[in-house]
Nanobody
Framework: QVQLVESGGGLVQPGGSLRLSCATS????????VGWFRQAPGREREGVAC???????????WYAGPVRGRFTISRDNAKNTVYLQMNSLKPEDTAVYYC?????????????????WGQGTQVTVSS
């Protein structure tokens, strides 16, 4: 059974940092691309970053424009975990953050491309 569990969200002041974790189980992690998405109230879920698998891929990353240069996605295949390091946070980064996984190569960036999702973790950036 595929499981993805996000953690690390919370309340942070503008300019601060958070590191989100996505712990996975139930599938061969190396073959999966993993993405981070976010959904703010009243808005559609949007892609933030994704990282390709390392079996059949090179583990490279894609970032959405608004977060490029501030967020870093990484994966630890030994721990079956993907991280999202978020620096220089802004109030507009406030959202529920979700991780998702799919057994394919490349950088899937659309929600419909993913087969499995976590429950989400709330990130609030406010003074």
């Amino acid at each position: 059974q595929v499981q993805l569990v996000e953690s690390g969200g919370g309340l942070v002041q503008p300019g601060g940092s958070l590191r989100l974790s996505c712990a996975t189980s139930g599938f061969i992690f190396d073959f999966y691309a993993v993405g981070w998405f976010r959904q703010a109230p009243g808005r559609e879920r949007e892609g933030v970053a994704c990282i390709s698998g390392t079996s059949g891929g090179d583990g490279s990353a894609w970032y959405a424009g608004p977060v490029r240069g501030r967020f870093t996605i990484s994966r630890d295949n030994a721990k079956n975990t993907v991280y999202l390091q978020m620096n220089s946070l802004k109030p507009e980064d406030t959202a529920v953050y979700y991780c998702a996984a799919v057994p394919r190569g490349g950088w899937p960036v659309m929600t419909y491309e993913y087969t499995d999702w976590g429950q989400g973790t709330q990130v609030t950036v406010s003074s």
